[in-house]
């Protein structure tokens, strides 16, 4: 099976990714309960909660605040689920802007 896969592989390097994502759009019986009310929960505040959040927090804190809650679920109740992988190298040119102010930010190891 493999080598019927690699030709396709070579030409579309992402297709393993939306087939997995195909078979389990079409397999909900294989979802678990706990990440599935967390996914969905998360997605639905992060769509929909700039019309709750006050207008003077900078774009991307309901990404923050969904990260921050999922985070905290899962170190209060020991979640054992998987997660999504790397944290990705950041933009040299990234940080959080406040006005004319750019406070940098940067991931440190511990």
């Known amino acids: 099976l493999r080598d019927l896969v690699a030709p396709f592989q070579a030409a579309f390097p992402g297709l393993p ?3 997995n994502f ?9 979802w678990g309960l706990e990440p599935t009310i967390m996914f969905v929960l ?3 505040f992060i769509m929909e ?3 709750y959040l006050p ?3 900078p774009p ?5 605040l969904v990260t921050a809650a999922a985070t905290a679920y899962s ?3 020991n979640y054992s689920g998987g997660v999504v992988g ?3 190298a950041l933009d040299p040119d990234a940080g959080i802007f406040f006005g004319g102010l750019r406070i940098p930010v940067e991931v440190v190891d511990v």
Do not use: S
Not at 22 to 30: C, T, V
Not at 60 to 64: D, K, P, S, Y
């Open 60 to 64: 991307g804190t309901e990404v923050i």
């Open 86 to 88: 790397e944290i990705p």
């Open 55 to 57: 207008r003077f927090l």
């Open 49 to 51: 909660g700039k019309t």
């Open 42 to 44: 998360g997605t639905a």
């Open 17 to 19: 990714n939306v087939t």
């Open 75 to 77: 170190i209060l109740y």
């Open 22 to 30: 195909i078979f389990a759009l079409i397999h909900p019986n294989m």
